[in-house]
C-alpha cells in the first residue's frame, strides 16, 4: 500500500506562516512609528571664535555680501601696501598721533580716499587729525541724577544669573545690559535716498567751531552734520577729491547693533563705489603655541620625542627605589670595579689615573734631587731623561682628562712604565 504525500499542504502551512510573520511585524514598526514623537530644537551654540574675536565680523559678511571686498588693517604702515583700497574704517580712535600719519592720511585723501574715522572723548588732544579739523569731543550731560544712577554689582549678577535661566544667550545679556533709551539720529542723503534713522550711543557727541559759529575762521569746515537731541554724532568734510566722516560711535556696526535700524545700509552708504573696504582695527594675534600647533606639527612631534630620548639618556634610575638587601655582599674587587665602571660612564676617568700620577709623582721627588724645586714643566724634562722619553708625551701623560678608551690605555701604560724606569 503507498503511502500519501503531504507535501503540498505542509508548503502551504508554512506560506502562511511567513505571511502572517510579515504582517505581524508591520503592525509592529506601524506602532513604533505612530508611538515617535518628531519635532525640530534649536540649540544655541553662541558665537564663534572668529566672531568673539572680530567684533566687525557681521559687518564684513555684509560688505562682502555687497560685492566689496573686505579686508583687517592692524596699522597705518601697511596702508601704502593695499591695492585697490576705496574706503578706510578706523574703527579705533587715537590712530594719529604723529605728524608722519597725519601726513599720509591727508595725502591719501587728498587723491580721492574715502575715510571713516572714530572720534574718542578721553583723549581726543593727543588725535592729530581731530586737531587739523577742529573737531571736538565731549560727554554729554544728563539732565537728572537717575538718568546716570548704576546699579550695584550684586543687582547686575542677579539680573545676569536671572536672564541666563531663562534662557537668554550671554550675548543677548550683554546687549540688553547696554540697551538704554535710545535716540535716532537721523542721516539726511540726497533726494533719492532720504533720511537713514541711526541709533548713535549718545553719551558722546561732537562738535565743531563753524556749526556753532559760521564765521569763525577754523580752516576746514563741515558740509554736512548729523545729530539726536543730544549733540551731533557725525559730520564730513570735503579733503580735496576726498571725503572724511568723523563718526561720534563705531559701535554702531559691531555685530551687536548692526542689524538694528539703517546701521548696515549707512555703512553700504558711507562706502566708496570704488575700491575695496579696509577696517584699521586691533587685530588678536594667536599664540605661537596655536601658530606652531598650526603650522609646525612635525616640529613639536620631533621635538617631542628629543625630550623622552635625553631623559632615557639621562635617567640612571626609574620606579621605586628597593632597600638594601644586607643579607649579601660583594666582593671587594667587584666593588672596585664597580666603582671604576661608574666613573668612566659618567666621564671622570680622570679619578681613575690620579692615584698613579701621584704614586709617580710620589716616586720621581725620591729618586730625582731637584725634582721638587723646580717647575712642572722641569719636572716633565726630568722624567723624560730618566725614562729615555718624549716630554711632550710625560705632560700629556699628566695633562690629558679628556679620554677615550684608546687613550685611557694609552695613558696608563705609559704611567706604569715611568713608574718602573723610576
Avoid at 587728498?110 to 588732544?125: E, F, P, R
Avoid at 667587584?334 to 665602571?341: L, M, R
Wanted: glycine letters at 6%.
Amino acid at each position: 500500500m503507498v503511502g500519501l504525500r503531504s507535501f503540498p499542504m505542509n508548503r502551504s502551512s508554512t506560506h502562511v506562516k511567513l505571511v502572517l510573520g510579515l504582517v505581524l511585524l508591520g503592525l509592529v514598526g506601524w506602532g513604533l512609528y505612530v508611538s515617535i514623537e518628531f519635532y525640530e530644537e534649536t540649540e544655541e551654540s553662541g558665537w564663534s571664535l572668529d566672531a568673539l574675536r572680530n567684533p566687525y565680523l557681521a559687518a564684513q559678511k555684509f560688505m562682502t555680501e555687497s560685492s566689496i571686498e573686505v579686508t583687517d588693517v592692524d596699522s597705518l604702515a601697511r596702508l601704502d601696501e593695499l591695492t585697490n583700497l576705496g574706503t578706510l574704517f578706523f574703527s579705533d580712535a587715537n590712530q594719529v598721533q604723529t605728524p608722519r600719519q597725519l601726513e599720509q592720511v591727508m595725502n591719501w585723501l587728498d587723491v580721492g580716499g574715502n575715510v571713516i574715522y572714530t572720534a574718542d572723548a578721553v583723549s581726543h588732544d593727543d588725535d592729530l587729525l581731530l586737531r587739523e579739523f577742529s573737531v571736538d569731543v565731549d560727554w554729554r550731560e544728563f539732565e537728572d541724577e537717575e538718568e546716570t544712577e548704576d546699579k550695584t554689582l550684586s543687582q547686575t549678577l542677579r539680573e545676569y544669573n536671572r536672564q541666563l535661566e531663562s534662557g537668554k544667550s550671554r550675548e543677548e545679556i550683554a546687549s540688553s545690559f547696554s540697551d538704554q533709551e535710545e535716540f535716532v539720529t537721523l542721516v539726511q542723503f540726497a533726494d533719492e535716498i532720504g533720511d537713514v534713522e541711526v541709533a548713535f550711543n549718545d553719551s558722546k557727541v561732537l562738535s565743531h567751531p563753524h556749526i556753532s559759529d559760521s564765521g569763525s575762521d577754523s580752516g576746514y569746515e563741515p558740509f554736512s552734520w548729523s545729530y539726536s537731541e543730544h549733540g551731533i554724532h557725525m559730520m564730513q568734510f570735503e579733503v580735496g577729491s576726498g571725503l572724511l566722516t568723523f563718526i561720534s560711535d563705531p559701535g554702531i556696526w559691531t555685530s551687536y547693533h548692526i542689524d538694528q535700524y539703517d546701521h548696515a545700509y549707512l555703512l553700504w552708504l558711507l562706502s566708496s563705489g570704488e575700491g575695496n573696504f579696509a577696517i584699521l582695527r586691533s587685530v588678536l594675534r594667536d599664540s605661537i603655541w596655536v601658530l606652531m600647533q598650526r603650522n609646525a606639527t612635525e616640529l613639536l612631534i620631533a621635538a617631542a620625542l628629543l625630550i623622552l630620548i635625553w631623559i632615557w639618556r639621562t635617567g640612571y634610575r626609574f620606579g621605586r627605589l628597593l632597600p638594601d638587601d644586607l643579607s649579601q655582599s660583594r666582593a671587594l674587587g667587584e666593588h672596585f670595579s664597580s666603582i671604576s665602571h661608574y666613573l668612566w660612564h659618567r666621564r671622570q676617568g680622570e679619578y681613575l689615573v690620579e692615584p698613579l700620577r701621584a704614586r709617580v709623582l710620589s716616586r720621581a721627588s725620591l729618586t730625582l734631587g731637584e725634582f721638587s724645586r723646580v717647575d712642572q714643566t722641569r719636572q716633565f724634562e726630568l722624567i723624560a731623561q730618566r725614562c729615555d722619553l718624549n716630554p711632550e708625551a710625560i705632560a700629556r701623560a699628566f695633562g690629558n682628562n679628556d679620554f677615550s678608551e684608546a687613550s685611557f690605555v694609552q695613558t696608563v701604560r705609559l704611567l706604569k712604565r715611568i713608574e718602573q724606569s723610576l
